[in-house]
């Protein structure tokens, strides 16, 4: 497509693929160049991808190409350096999470790309997930009512830790790694969060950080919703990587349970269906809902280049995240409940 955006994506590591494989299914963009600092890895995912420009150095790659975006998947520590680095070449900048190693980061590199006049957007996918999405649906519809309670769980003994070693020698684990995404759920579906209660414990000898976290959130609107991560429970039919949720209304509920099924019930009755993901022919069970959720977001954010409007998980947008991230380590440390400032206009 000659007038395709023109994209590159720094590091080649595990979640690489997914990146690539949208990347490719999602019109009027592609991926043109890549940078990787360990090069048999760099070399393997371009030849694996038919992409020749390739760079150990993201310095050079920027200075070299001509770039409309550029995808950041690599670890927290580098993504403050890589996101101002794209804003100084005037280049928009997808960033995976977490966004930042801490909310003054996340700040600097959201004001740094204002300045600059370029598009920033976090690649928090689990709200673009189908099933998710079938729910805000049903809260959209005014079926169940306003909403009043609700809970978004994330339960399973998966090994992480097996396709992203680093993830157990980190201080802080589950809710910085998972957490982020079911808050963001949490916010997504019930509205932005005023206080936290959060508690956390390591199960796993076998790791640094905490592997449960569960967090009682109050939202704006006197919404109550509990938010609960553990990789550290055992099931008869794991749910990896589901995320399950509840959902109380003044006139009926939103049930979304293990299998991707979704059941609304009010007075009337209930009704169950089916809100599976597709099995995009480069996915892989179980890994297909988080598979497609990738190519949804990306697809948002082409559109919004195109459009030139702001993503919905802007950078801005995920500063609230980040900072629900942080209250929630802060009441576990504490034990207190942590109140969180209202969103600015």
């Known amino acids: 497509m000659p007038d395709a955006l023109r994209g590159a994506l720094i590091s080649c590591g595990f979640f690489a693929n997914n990146h690539l494989h949208a990347w490719h299914d999602a019109d009027g963009a592609g991926i043109v160049a890549l940078c990787d600092t360990d090069a048999s890895r760099l070399h393997a995912v371009g030849?694996?991808?038919?992409?020749?420009?390739?760079?150990?150095?993201?310095?050079?790659?920027?200075?070299?190409?001509?770039?409309?975006?550029?995808?950041?998947?690599?670890?927290?520590?580098?993504?403050?350096?890589?996101?101002?680095?794209?804003?100084?070449?005037?280049?928009?900048?997808?960033?995976?999470?977490?966004f930042a190693a801490t909310l003054a980061d996340a700040e600097a590199m959201v004001a740094c790309c204002?300045?600059?006049?370029?598009?920033?957007?976090?690649?928090?996918?689990?709200?673009?997930?189908?099933?998710?999405?079938?729910?805000?649906?049903?809260?959209?519809?005014?079926?169940?009512?306003?909403?009043?309670?609700?809970?978004?769980?994330?339960?399973?003994?998966?090994?992480?830790?097996?396709?992203?070693?680093?993830?157990?020698?980190?201080?802080?684990?589950?809710?910085?790694?998972?957490?982020?995404?079911i808050l963001d759920v949490a916010r997504f579906l019930l509205g932005e969060v005023a206080s936290v209660t959060a508690r956390t414990r390591r199960v796993n000898p076998a790791i640094r950080g905490e592997d449960v976290a569960t967090m009682l959130l109050g939202h704006d609107g006197d919404v109550t919703s509990v938010v609960d991560c553990s990789y550290a429970t055992r099931l008869e039919r794991?749910?990896?990587?589901?995320?399950?949720?509840?959902?109380?209304?003044?006139?009926?509920?939103?049930?979304?349970?293990?299998?991707?099924?979704?059941?609304?019930?009010?007075?009337?009755?209930?009704?169950?269906?089916?809100?599976?993901?597709?099995?995009?022919p480069w996915a892989t069970r179980p890994w297909h809902n988080i598979q497609e959720s990738v190519l949804s977001i990306q697809r948002h954010w082409v559109a919004c280049l195109?459009?030139?409007?702001?993503?919905?998980?802007?950078?801005?947008?995920?500063?609230?995240?980040?900072?629900?991230?942080?209250?929630?380590?802060?009441?576990a440390a504490t034990g207190q409940t942590v109140r969180l400032p209202a969103p600015a206009l």
């Not at 190409?65 to 350096?81: Q, Y």
């Not at 459009?307 to 950078?315: D, V």
């Open 47 to 98: 030849a694996r991808f038919g992409i020749e420009r390739l760079y150990a150095d993201a310095e050079r790659m920027f200075a070299e190409e001509r770039l409309d975006f550029v995808d950041i998947a690599t670890t927290v520590g580098s993504h403050r350096a890589l996101v101002e680095m794209a804003a100084r070449q005037k280049v928009a900048a997808i960033c995976q999470k977490p």
């Open 114 to 181: 204002a300045h600059a006049g370029v598009t920033l957007m976090v690649h928090e996918n689990f709200r673009w997930q189908t099933p998710i999405l079938a729910v805000r649906r049903v809260i959209d519809s005014g079926r169940i009512g306003a909403p009043f309670w609700g809970r978004i769980s994330f339960r399973s003994a998966y090994d992480v830790f097996s396709g992203q070693p680093y993830l157990a020698q980190g201080a802080r684990f589950i809710i910085e790694d998972l957490g982020i995404h």
């Open 306 to 331: 195109r459009a030139g409007c702001e993503p919905a998980t802007s950078g801005r947008d995920n500063l609230r995240t980040l900072a629900l991230v942080q209250a929630s380590y802060d009441s």
């Open 238 to 280: 794991d749910p990896f990587p589901e995320t399950l949720v509840e959902i109380d209304g003044t006139r009926g509920s939103v049930r979304l349970s293990q299998g991707y099924r979704l059941t609304v019930a009010d007075r009337d009755g209930a009704i169950t269906s089916d809100v599976a993901p597709l099995l995009l």
